[in-house]
Antibody, heavy 121, light 107 residues
Framework: QLQLQESGPGLLKPSETLSLTCQVS??????????WGWIRQPPGKGLEWIGSIYYSGATYYNPSLKSRVIISADTSKNYFSLKMTSVTAADTAIYFC?????????????WGHGTLVSVSS | DIVMTQSPSFVSASVGDRVTITCRAS??????LAWYQQKPGKAPRLLIS???TLQSGVPSRFSGSGSGTDFTLTISSLQSEDFATYYC?????????FGGGTEVDIQ
């Protein structure tokens, strides 16, 4: 059964770089059927797709975040990562990783449990 | 970008009620739409894909319909465990966009 687990620092200062990893178990990041994505949710608010990576390394980003975000994958260690530069308080959110299917619909399933990232001075 | 407009944003209902949530896309997305359920402190759970395909393990009281720009999630008889927030998501093109959410609360 495919499982995803986010990890990374929970507290950042403004202007720092957010770095999160999503460890994949029960399946391979190097699978041409899947994309691997990041979604975030500010406290009490809705869901925002950040971006996704395909097994080939191709990446797709939300235009609103594209200038600050890099998603990469390490197929040897079976995880993918999110880096977001120059964070502000507006980046405080729960960050989820999730899989979506390359052929036949980009819906997210399964999801990781999420990790809270707070940005505060 | 495709804009997803979900309504209502809040529903107050009782156990046994029929609840309908709508989602409208700003352009034709065929049936490339998903519905999720999210409970407090939990990750979203995929309920329905491709507008109407119920995921394994999801109770049959949930159903989805629609195509093009207008979609509906229906809970035929609300149960206590269904009180949650529901989101639609267009899966047609990048960027992938979620609706604003509908909170279903106990009346």
């Amino acid at each position: 059964q495919l499982q995803l687990q986010e990890s990374g620092p929970g507290l950042l200062k403004p202007s720092e770089t957010l770095s999160l990893t999503c460890q994949v178990s029960g399946g391979s990041v190097n699978n041409n059927n899947y994309y691997w994505g990041w979604i975030r949710q500010p406290p009490g608010k809705g869901l925002e797709w950040i971006g996704s990576i395909y097994y080939s390394g191709a990446t797709y980003y939300n235009p609103s975040l594209k200038s600050r975000v890099i998603i990469s994958a390490d197929t040897s260690k079976n995880y993918f990562s999110l880096k977001m530069t120059s964070v502000t308080a507006a980046d405080t959110a729960i960050y989820f990783c999730a899989k979506h299917t390359a052929a036949g619909g980009d819906w997210f399933d399964p999801w990781g449990h999420g990790t809270l990232v707070s940005v505060s001075s | 970008d495709i804009v997803m407009t979900q309504s209502p944003s809040f529903v107050s209902a009782s156990v046994g009620d029929r609840v309908t949530i709508t989602c409208r896309a700003s352009q034709d997305i065929s049936t490339w739409l998903a519905w999720y359920q999210q409970k407090p402190g939990k990750a979203p759970r995929l309920l329905i894909s491709e507008a109407s395909t119920l995921q394994s393990g999801v109770p049959s009281r949930f159903s989805g319909s629609g195509s093009g720009t207008d979609f509906t999630l229906t809970i035929s008889s609300l149960q206590s465990e269904d009180f949650a927030t529901y989101y639609c998501q267009q899966a047609h093109t990048f960027p992938l966009i979620f609706g604003g959410g509908t909170e279903v609360d106990i009346q």
